[in-house]
């Protein structure tokens, strides 16, 4: 086995999104992630990459962490004959995306689906795919191993969501023997290094206090794909004495991997209701199942007191014509980033208009600094290079072992 490792940050090195990473021996090379950039001013092309934008033999493999587009948008600028390994649940998060927000596809022929914490070999290396607690479920740090080195890709990754079990096997599994290089994420190393993140079960009482307080219909304004807040909101409009409705897109989701994860089954759930659009992409099997749980947009519209609605910039214009019910309250669980972008300002208009009023209430997908310190120093590693951030030098100021890399920079091991 050839004993020459290296990594390639290609983009991500001083930037949050857009993630993609090469790791490489002399006989195989393997990315990770092929991100699209969060700035719309930032070109979405993929980085001058061998293989992929430039000319040369392409990669061996795409390892892809989770779902979310800054780190999966780009993966159509890949040749289609490289096969891009994932979890299951990445894949079925993939499908989702795909069938109702129009995101690129991934043909099932290129997908390579990992088994969780056990070792594949690819080429030269030795994955183990690892999973983490992140905003979207099948989230995975991925564990390589060549040439008697040893590396993690952290991904992207929390301490305070409602999986901690998660970073504990992460440890055991990794600190196995030593790790002679961590790609750790460290987005919120431009924010306060001493800040605390709220967990997902204090987010929930909040979510509760939110809607038990509201005289009119709420909004809950969240990704169908972001589950423990999906399961935030059922939980606290449960408590709340209203029933929690939510779209097609939502119910599919909770249906592909109710099974998986103990989400409530969208077929049976009490205080759950789905609305189905009149223009939708026709999913037969999925709708029969479901379809008994129906409930009509009118019957929201004339009780807005009972109701929580699962709603988005796109629903408001498409399926409510641009108008709410007086004193609608929008509670808004995303990026607080999204907010600047015209379908998320008009959305605020809307609300504003009827009387109403827009919230947030949201935590991060993203580990805190002093979690991201704890992690470290529970991992060990010899050697730390920061990514998935805009200030990797504040890591050198907490953690000794940090290195700061460039785009297209060469790290050796």
Not at 95 to 118: D, I, N, T
Not at 225 to 244: I, K, M, P, S, W
């Amino acid at each position: 086995m050839s004993s020459s490792l290296r990594a390639i940050i290609h983009r991500g090195s001083h930037q949050i999104g857009g993630s993609c990473v090469e790791i490489a021996t002399d006989r195989t090379r393997i990315l990770i992630d092929a991100g699209a950039p969060l700035d719309d001013s930032t070109p979405h092309q993929i980085p001058p990459i061998t293989g992929v934008s430039l000319p040369g033999h392409p990669p061996d493999a795409v390892l892809l962490s989770h779902a979310h587009g800054d780190h999966s948008g780009l993966l159509h600028f890949v040749p289609e004959e490289v096969p891009v390994w994932l979890s299951r649940s990445t894949s079925k998060m993939l499908m989702a995306g795909e069938m109702f927000c129009r995101q690129p596809a991934l043909p099932r022929k290129r997908q390579r689906v990992l088994r969780l914490g056990k070792r594949e070999t690819i080429g030269d290396f030795t994955v183990t795919a690892l999973p983490v607690d992140h905003s979207i479920f099948g989230a995975v740090a991925f564990l390589l191993e060549a040439g008697g080195r040893r590396v993690l890709y952290s991904g992207d990754l929390r301490l305070h969501g409602r999986r901690p079990d998660m970073t504990r096997r992460l440890i055991e599994a990794v600190t196995a023997a030593p790790l002679d290089l961590l790609l750790i994420e460290g987005t919120h190393l431009s924010r306060s290094r001493n800040a605390l993140a709220t967990t997902e079960y204090e987010l929930e009482e909040q979510l509760l206090t939110l809607i038990d307080d509201s005289p009119s219909l709420v909004l809950a304004l969240l990704s169908p794909q972001h589950l423990d807040r999906l399961v935030g909101f059922y939980n606290a409009t449960r408590l709340a004495g209203r029933t929690l409705v939510i779209d097609f897109y939502a119910a599919f989701v909770m249906h592909l991997l109710h099974t998986e994860i103990g989400v409530p089954d969208p077929a049976c759930a009490s205080g759950l209701r789905i609305y189905f659009p009149e223009r939708r992409r026709a999913i037969l099997k999925v709708e029969h199942r479901l379809i008994h749980r129906q409930i009509a947009l009118g019957d929201v519209l004339a009780h807005p007191r009972r109701y929580v609605l699962l709603s988005r910039p796109t629903m408001l214009d498409r399926d409510l014509g641009g108008v709410v019910p007086s004193g609608t309250r929008g509670i808004y669980s995303m990026w607080h980033g999204y907010l600047k972008r015209d379908d998320w300002q008009k959305a605020q208009r809307t609300i504003t208009a009827a009387g109403g009023n827009l919230v947030e209430c949201h935590t991060s997908g993203h580990a805190t600094v002093p979690d991201l310190v704890k992690l470290i120093r529970d991992l060990n590693p010899r050697r730390i290079v920061p990514i998935h951030t805009e200030r990797p030098e504040a890591l050198k100021e907490l953690v000794p072992g940090v290195e700061v890399a460039k785009d297209g920079e060469t790290i050796h091991l």
